[in-house]
Every structure is written in C-alpha cells, then in structure tokens.
C-alpha cells in the first residue's frame, strides 16, 4: 500500500498510528507520530481520532486508553507484552506501605494498569529524576525497573529507595565487556545508554539518556562514532536526524516490539487488532498516578 493510500485508509477509519522507536522501521513509516513513552503518551491523551492504532506493547496501549477512555484503542498484536511490566505485584506494593513510613510509591510507565493503580506517581526515562525530586515524601518505593530507579537514586541522594527488583531483560543481556570491546574497536566513539541497562554499562556511558534524549544528544554531539546502548530500533531515527554519522548498537532487539509488523497494522486500520479493555475502575485508579506525571513533567 502506498501512501496516499495509507492516509485515506486511516482518514476513513478516523484513525491514527502511534509508534514506538523500537518497532521495526517500516511500521515506524506508517505511523503519524513516532516517539518514546513519555512523548506518546501525551500524544494519546489528546488524540481525537475515533481509533488510536498503537504500535507498541500493551502497557502503552493499557496507558493511551486510560488517559483517553472515550477512543478506542486498539493493539496490532495480543502477545506484544513488555516482560517487565509484570516484575513487581500488588501485595508487595501494598505491604511496603505498610511498613515504610513516609512512602511514594514511583511507577516506570513500563508497568500493567493493576500495577499503577495501586501506585503514587509514574515515571518515564525522561522525567523521572524531575518528577522524583520534586516528591515531598522522604522514602521511595520504585517499581519495576531497579535498574532506572538505581539511576535516579543517584541523582535524589536525599531520598531513600526501595525495590521490586524488575528489569528489562533485552538492556539486561548488555555486558560492560560489550562496550569495552566496542570501545578498543571503534577508539573515540561515545558510549549512549539508556539508564535501563545495569549500573556497570551506565558507569561507562558518555551519556545516558531516554531514546528521545539519546536521538537528541548525537544530533548535536560534534563526535561522528558513538556506541548505542539501546534497542536497535531506534537507527531510524539515527539515520534521517544525525547523516554521516556512525552508530554500533550493542543492544539486541526486543522480540515483543518486533512482533508489530505492517500487515498487522494495516488490519487494525481495516477494522481488526486487539482493542485495549480494562475495567473501569481499574481505569480510574490508574489515571491518577498518568496524570500526576503529565503534570509534574510538565
Ligand atoms: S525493551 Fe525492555 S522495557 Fe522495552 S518493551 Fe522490550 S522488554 Fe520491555
């Protein structure tokens, strides 16, 4: 299909397509708006379209449906789940505020909608440092990526933390020898990495940033080589903003967000995919923590 075409399929249907960085690269094409969790978000929470076709995994299309009930928010893909999302339980939330006084309890967005709803605040790569620092509460609970909050921990010394103990298992598999080795091959070469991959990468990085963040610092960065500490989906972004520079990734893909394919898409355009539902006053609890983000990341 090309893209005229495309355009008057998703005009007829009064739909749009949001995608991920991470998704493969022809579905990334297709989309309206392409971008990382945070940006999405805010997108989906202002969308007027009848149908928001979501290219991503179901907590994104669990968080664009909470923040915009009245749409109907459909997933290209059943299976498209983020394992993480899953790595902290609601008993756990709920006994730590019992015995921790004082407590926020901070959710990564990468969360299930059960999850958040039981949770203060939410978070992404982008705004948490912001958005944890300006919490009153002296003690944190950060569910379900230590990995993240061990990065903000840094940043917020004054603030005690607490973990689930999840991580994403695709930032996870990056070793420290990995960038090393990729250092003595390409000597020079920027170290970028997300704050989801362990302490000891992160300790290696020249930056470390959201995908958003990671696009943006090698647009301005005068260097020409950098190592990319981040799901390879993200070079198509790489190639049309930062031209004749270089990039070794050494993150592999996510085999979740590698599920969404363009046909898939397309069949959410013609009327079919996996429409997003959750009980309303699921809903309802998890919309506090979403919009408490947008606002305090403003
Ligand atoms: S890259 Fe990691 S955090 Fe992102 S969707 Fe895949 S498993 Fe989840």
Not at 141 to 150: E, S
Not at 185 to 204: D, I, M, R
Not at 280 to 285: G, H, S, T, V
């Amino acid at each position: 299909m090309d893209r005229e075409e495309l355009e008057r399929v998703k005009r007829e249907r009064d739909a749009i397509v949001l995608a991920h960085y991470y998704v493969d690269e022809q579905v990334q094409a297709m989309a309206d708006h392409v971008g990382d969790s945070y940006y999405l978000a805010k997108v989906a929470s202002k969308a007027e379209q009848k149908r928001i076709v979501f290219c991503g995994v179901r907590f994104m299309g669990e968080s664009a449906k909470i923040l915009n009930p009245e749409r109907e928010v459909v997933l290209p893909d059943a299976e498209a789940d983020c394992p993480m999302a899953h790595m902290a339980s609601v008993e756990q939330i709920l006994r730590m505020r019992r015995e921790v006084e004082d407590l926020a309890v901070v959710c990564y967005i990468n969360s299930s909608a059960k999850l958040k709803s039981v949770c203060d605040v939410c978070v992404t790569s982008s705004n948490a440092v912001k958005i944890v620092s300006s919490l009153r509460n002296k003690n944190v609970l950060f569910i379900p990526d230590q990995n993240l909050g061990r990065y903000v921990q840094a940043q917020v010394p004054d603030k005690t933390f607490y973990y689930s103990g999840g991580y994403c298992p695709v930032h996870a598999q990056v070793l420290a020898s990995d960038i090393t080795s990729e250092l003595n091959a390409h000597p020079g070469a920027e170290v970028l990495v997300h704050p989801e991959s362990s302490e000891q990468v992160c300790a290696l990085a020249t930056f470390i940033g959201s995908t958003a963040e990671i696009i943006s610092y090698a647009e301005k960065s005068k260097s020409r080589a950098f190592i990319l500490g981040t799901e390879p989906g993200v070079m198509y972004a790489l190639r049309q903003r930062c031209p004749g520079k270089v990039f070794y990734p050494v993150t592999p893909m996510c085999s979740d967000m590698k599920r969404i394919t363009p046909e898939k898409v397309l069949d959410c355009l013609r009327g079919g995919g996996y429409a997003v539902k959750l009980c309303a006053e699921e809903m309802d609890a998890a919309r506090k923590p979403l919009e408490r983000m947008l606002e305090l990341g403003k």
